[in-house]
């Protein structure tokens, strides 16, 4: 038995029954509802582990994405303990990191500089500065304050982006909208609220196309393109996806609640030549999503059944971090959340059990009259343990 072989079984012992499930269910499309603290890095890890244990898959045949880069270098880390130095041949990034990447090995697919950067919040302000200057706007350059919708759109148009709509698709979105509101019998009141989130939605698409375009011009990019432009690459050269379909087997996604429409497009188009079947596995936590303000969906997860009607659907429900009585407080508020997964997948309940037999301390709940005095209560209650 090699060195990798016992770290292996010696962790894979460690593991709860719903653990180790996901861990043998290699093959086919996999989702994991996980909630904190059930142990999903390590579950992670060791699957990437026992697909090159028990397969003869190469460790670079597999892509394992996250959305932050301390996830990578954890899950990374993970690995490296479990399987040694072939863990450095495992793809294991940020969804904006593999993008980079991508661009960076096929210069003569991009029409980017590889060595560029994205545009800095610096430069990004003075791009949209310099166009709400020369633009005939009224809307969103009101007289009295001229640059006082900067920083919403520049907000509007990441988002845009993280959708994976572009200036053309913007502009026919905006006219489906018209056609919609001038067949519409709106009360007075109503009308004139959508008349106006409609010229300046008008306007933002000026500024758009215009922010677009002087990227183009320049050669540069903003964060959000990395992903549209590999995105792109693949929908439009098919043997461009190819090279990294043949390249990757195996597919694991982390935090799958965070990923939004422009990661999401990425990754199906990554494991379409296997339709349903593809190798695929999500972990994710719906009642956790912590990047919605930046496109992300659980529409994202429930897509994924429809994508993936096979899909085995496996919940670690362990908890090892809280006690009982913190897990059931939880509950109790995320319970109202008007969508949550458990409502249109059979058979899934998201509740979490805490491990420890703790009681714990009951919670306390305080109220205070600014994010200031909030501070203040805090850190005077930290000093008192």
């Given amino acids: 038995m090699t060195k990798s072989t016992k770290e292996f079984a010696k962790a894979y012992k460690a593991l709860n029954a ?3 499930k996901a861990v043998d269910t290699i093959d086919g499309p996999v989702m994991v509802v996980a909630g904190p603290g059930t142990g999903k890095t390590q579950t992670l890890a060791l699957r990437i582990a026992n697909i090159l244990l028990k397969t003869d898959t190469r460790p670079s045949s597999i892509l394992a994405l996250t959305y932050t880069e301390s996830g990578a270098r954890a899950m990374k880390n993970r690995l490296i303990a479990l399987i040694g130095p072939a863990a450095y041949d495992v793809t294991i990034s940020t969804f904006h990191s593999f993008c980079a990447e991508v661009i960076r090995q096929n210069p003569a697919d991009f029409t980017l500089d590889p060595a560029s950067e994205p545009l800095s919040e610096l430069e990004k302000f003075k791009l949209i500065y310099g166009l709400i200057s020369t633009s005939h706007l009224s809307d969103l350059r009101p007289v009295n304050a001229p640059y006082h919708y900067v920083k919403a759109i520049l907000a509007a148009i990441s988002n845009l982006k993280r959708e994976g709509i572009s200036p053309d698709r913007f502009d026919k979105l905006l006219a489906s909208e018209q056609a919609d509101f001038d067949s519409s019998d709106l009360a007075p009141s109503v009308a004139k609220v ?4 409609l010229a300046k939605n008008r306007e933002l698409s000026i500024l758009y196309r215009g922010y677009q375009k002087a990227l183009t011009e320049n ?4 964060f959000e393109d990395m992903i549209n432009f590999v995105r792109d690459a693949f929908s439009n050269n098919d043997e461009f996806l190819r090279t990294y379909q043949e390249r990757f087997q195996y597919f694991l996604v982390d935090e ?4 939004n429409s422009a990661q999401n497009e990425l990754l199906q188009l990554l494991t379409s030549f296997w339709g349903d079947q593809a190798n695929i596995f999500v972990v994710g936590d ?7 303000f930046q496109g992300a969906s659980i529409e994202n997860m429930l897509g994924f059944f429809k994508q993936y009607p096979s899909a085995s659907v496996i919940t670690l429900s362990a908890n090892y971090r809280s006690t009982q009585i913190i897990l059931d407080a939880a509950e109790s508020v995320i319970k109202h959340n008007s969508s949550r997964i458990s409502d249109v997948v059979p058979n899934l309940d998201p509740h979490l059990t805490a491990i420890s037999q703790a009681a714990g301390d009951p919670l306390n709940m305080a109220t205070v009259n600014s994010s200031t005095a909030e501070g203040v209560y805090l850190a005077q209650a930290i000093q008192k343990l």
Avoid: G, H, L, W
């Fill in 194 to 197: 959508v008349a106006k989130n």
């Fill in 18 to 20: 719903e653990q180790k």
């Fill in 286 to 292: 719906p009642d956790q999503s912590i990047y919605r």
């Fill in 256 to 259: 799958y609640q965070d990923t």
């Fill in 219 to 222: 050669q540069t990019f903003d």
